[in-house]
Structure formats: structure tokens, C-alpha cells
């Protein structure tokens, strides 16, 4: 139960938060030597669920807004989602089953930390609603790879929004609502894979995941918004290196 909490805070925390939230699932049980329930891909996609109702929360007034008023916008949100929608279904079997190894997250964590950098130095000042055909395209690729643990769907599709020249805190807007509909469609596909698995879950393990998921995730958006209208990308990119180090680290100790 205690490291279905932790799991579940750490989740709401990193999903937002350019840091990677599924390299920090997969390593805390890593690092922890925690077994069961709580170092599964279902229970993760559970904790993403949480996150998932955070989004709704934070910005339902916008999704009304984006259906009633901006439908092209709207329209190129959906577009945007197709390129992940496509990756998820597809290679997710591949991904579950060979790209969670702590190496390989230490290697995404640099890389698109050194890409987060340089797309601070590209950024301009468009706006939401300048938002075309090949920004969405370029976006939804960029969110399409964030399949692979330790690049982060926030930091690299943020980045991709800045390379695009939106403002950060513009870049992060879209990279939210453009989380809704993959992450939507995620937790509906593994949520059939569980009950076509016929497995026995701990409903109250998986609750408390998913609450503190919520709460944590809902504080997280408010907080990085409110973060990018006055700071750069930075000192996430600088947490990224530290943790390849510590994950290095560790991999050094356990062999």
C-alpha cells in the first residue's frame, strides 16, 4: 500500500513534469526491489488513469471551449494524436517487453535533456491559436516516440513546441490537452487487456494509486504552467542528467 502511494505521488508528480513518468515507475521498483502488483504495466497504466482525471479537471472548461468554438484547433489535436495512437498500439508489446531496461532510460534522459536545451534557444512567441497542419504533425511525431521510457511525453513534445517557436508556457497548454486523448486512449486498451487476463487485482492498492495520482497530478499541471511563463526548461534538463547518473550508479552496484 505504502509504495502503491509513493508510486502514485511520483506518478502524478513526473507526468507533467518533463522528467519521464514511466523511467521513474519502472525504476522505482527497480531501485526499491519492490515486487507484485505495484511493478506491473497494468498497475502503471492505472496510476496514468489518475493523471488522466487530473487533466479532465484542469481543463474541461477549455475541452468545451474546443468543441463548441475552436474546432479547428480542436481538429488538430486529434490530428496530432494519430502518430502516438499508432505507436501505442502497435509497438506497445515491444515496449513492455524490451525497452524498459534501466540503461536505455539513462540514454533517453540525456539525449532529449540535450534536445530540451536546445529547444530553449529556438522558441519564439506564437500562439495557441496560430497553430497549424505541420506544427500538430511535427507535435504528435515527437509525442509518438515518448513511447520509449525515459524521453518524457511532456519534455519532448514541449520541446517540439518550442523548436515550432510557441511560447513555453503555449507549448505546455498543447502538450496537456494533447495528453488527454493518447493517454485516454492507452488506459482504455490496457484497461481490456486486464479484464480479458482474468487477473485478481488489489482494488484498494490500485485506488490509492489512482488518488494520489490525481491530487499530485492536479497540482503538477497547475505548477509547471505557472512555472514556464517566468523560467526556462533548464533545471529539469539538469534532474534528467543527475538521475542518468544515479540509474548509472545503481546499475554499476547491482552488477
Not at 505521488?9 to 531501485?31: D, R
Not at 508489446?93 to 536545451?117: C, Q, T
Not at 495557441?128 to 513534445?157: F, N
Amino acid at each position: 500500500m505504502i509504495a502503491a502511494l509513493i508510486l502514485g505521488i511520483v506518478q502524478g508528480l513526473t507526468e507533467f513534469i518533463p522528467v519521464s513518468s514511466t523511467a521513474h515507475l519502472i525504476l522505482f521498483p527497480w531501485f526499491f526491489n519492490w515486487n507484485g502488483q505495484v511493478d506491473t504495466l497494468t498497475f502503471d497504466i492505472a496510476l496514468h488513469a489518475g493523471t488522466l482525471a487530473a487533466l479532465i479537471f484542469c481543463f474541461w472548461r477549455e475541452w468545451i471551449d474546443l468543441f463548441l468554438k475552436k474546432q479547428k484547433l480542436l481538429g488538430l489535436i486529434f490530428l496530432a494524436s494519430i502518430p502516438g495512437g499508432i505507436a501505442g498500439f502497435f509497438l506497445n508489446d515491444i515496449v513492455e517487453k524490451s525497452l524498459r531496461e534501466p540503461l536505455l532510460i539513462s540514454i533517453m534522459l540525456v539525449s532529449v535533456g540535450v534536445v530540451m536545451l536546445i529547444s530553449e534557444k529556438t522558441y519564439k512567441h506564437r500562439r495557441l491559436e496560430e497553430t497549424g497542419i505541420k506544427d500538430a504533425i511535427i507535435i504528435g511525431i515527437a509525442q509518438a516516440i515518448a513511447i520509449i521510457p525515459g524521453v518524457s511525453r511532456s519534455g519532448i513534445t514541449i520541446s517540439a513546441g518550442l523548436f515550432r517557436g510557441f511560447e513555453r508556457e503555449v507549448s505546455a497548454r498543447f502538450s496537456f490537452l494533447l495528453a488527454t486523448p493518447i493517454i485516454a486512449g492507452a488506459t482504455l486498451l490496457h484497461l481490456k487487456k486486464a479484464l480479458n487476463a482474468h487477473t485478481n487485482y488489489d482494488f484498494e492498492i490500485f485506488a490509492v494509486g489512482i488518488i494520489a495520482s490525481f491530487i499530485t497530478g492536479f497540482i503538477a499541471i497547475k505548477f509547471l504552467l505557472s512555472f514556464l511563463k517566468r523560467f526556462p526548461l533548464n533545471l529539469f534538463v539538469y534532474y534528467r542528467f543527475a538521475l542518468s547518473a544515479i540509474i548509472i550508479t545503481g546499475i554499476w552496484l547491482k552488477g
